[in-house]
């Protein structure tokens, strides 16, 4: 399936741009003015304050929205354990810190992953790899979902434990937040941040991404001497507005999905959660299309880092300057006209983990088709493992001509990018049974030689070697192999 830009939005209301403050009122006056938390809000709502950040986190960081809605969040019964045989658990709960995840050093690919054509969202939730601690508030969890039925109308899920950075392969999305409602095609993508109530409705079988941020908050990336203006542009960030559900009749027919410390866990409650009628500030959820993107690369010799296509960034101080929790990055369309270039990534080995996923098309590093990095399917190329192009890739690069070439039409590859060790679930290992076993037997073992030492600096060949031929014992002057 080739993935086109969309040129225009969805049918329903946002509000434009990355970040700052915000707001947004279903019902005309229904934001007190001036005061956030007056004796009496306007038409009887109560106030309640979302805090995505620390109170005193410094003001370019602080995320905090004022909700004015028709009964408080806090308004359930108690949350039970939802059972591990329930057709709403989560397949795969994320492992205790340093449990259960397989931290290996093989680079790891996936065939597409399934449908699920009985699992609504939550239950699709298959937690592939992950790092740290939702309850350390540190780390990430990268899942697959794959949806064949909405979520019940009358039910509402929400992460405790990080913020969810959804890409879409198949399906739309259409996702009633409390703060409003997003549709997000494949192309697209949605932030949801930690705590924030949402139902994920769809009218046919859904599949995608999901990266889990389990501490700080995506961003996007500086520009440098790029300039102002460049890569994601803030103005194609949209924000939805304000839409909200009447629904207070008493008996407890709505149930809550909380993901708490990895666990899922149920609460019935006598009225839906999406009644926010009106609400203003920093914290909120988004959504952009990727085909808006405005890569940026060479126009004389090489390529930049892929750091160059960047689209959100997740820093992590404790890591040093310059260092990601988690990037998101995109392979979008675009042209090579790079002279006496190897077009192709470089090979390369990263102390940061690159998890890949193809939304469709097909990636110009990597063979496509059946037992290639197909759409659906996904990579995982781990703190210092080699990768780089397959050898048909190799080959077929440093041959040919180097004309302008417009690569990954109609394609979109994508990598979440970690300064992490990424470890790897059963689900994701074993469960799941889409791990090409022979990965690298087909992409670099048969990688050829095409060593040829100069005449000029003649070193030792193994014949020559077992020959005694300028054994240093018998004074001959040789080099030393390179
Ligand atoms: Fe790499």
Known sequence: MPVTPFKVTDNYRYLNGFGGYKESEAVDGALPLAANSPQKCPYGLYNEKLSGTAFTAPRDENKQTWLYRILPSASHQNFQPVPAESSQSLTSPTPEFGKHFNAIPN??????????????????????????????????????????????????????????????????????????????????????????????????????????????????????????????????????????IEDFSGDNTWTLYAKFGGNLFSAQQNHTPFDVVAWHGTFYPYKYDLGRFNPVGSISYDHPDPSIFTVLSAPSHAHGHGTAVADFVIFPPRWLVAENTFRPPWYHRNTMSEFMGLIGGSYDAKGAGKG???????????????????????????????????????????????????????????????????????????????????????????????????????????????
């Open 107 to 244: 680079q790891l690919r996936w065939d597409p992953f399934d449908f699920d054509e009985k699992s609504t969202w939550i239950h699709s939730l298959h937690l592939v790899a992950g790092a740290g601690d939702p309850q350390m508030k540190q780390g990430l969890g990268i899942y697959i979902y794959a949806a064949g039925t909405s979520m019940p109308e009358k039910s509402a899920f929400y992460s405790a434990d990080g913020d969810f950075l959804i890409v879409p392969q198949h399906g739309t999305l259409d996702i009633r937040t409390e703060l409003g409602r997003l549709l997000v095609r494949p192309n697209e993508i949605a932030v949801i941040p930690r705590g924030i109530r949402y139902n994920v409705s769809h009218t046919e079988p859904v599949r995608g991404y999901i990266l889990e941020l389990y501490q700080g908050a995506f961003q996007l990336p500086e520009l440098g001497p790029i300039g102002s203006n460049g890569l994601a542009n803030a103005r194609d960030f949209q924000t939805p507005v304000a839409d909200f």
């Open 372 to 482: 290639g990095f197909q759409p659906a399917g996904a990579s995982l190329h781990n703190t210092m493992s080699g990768h780089g192009p397959d050898m048909q890739t190799f080959e077929k690069a440093s041959n040919g001509d180097l004309p302008p070439a417009k690569v990954g039409e109609g394609s979109m590859a994508f990598m979440f990018e970690s300064c992490l060790m990424l470890g790897v679930t059963e689900w994701g290992l074993k469960t799941c049974a889409k791990v090409q076993e022979s990965y690298n037997e087909h992409s670099w073992e048969p990688l050829k030689v095409h060593w040829k030492r100069p005449e000029s600096e003649r070193g030792l060949s193994g014949r020559e070697k077992r020959n005694g031929v300028g054994d240093a014992r018998d004074g001959s002057s040789v080099h030393d192999i390179k």
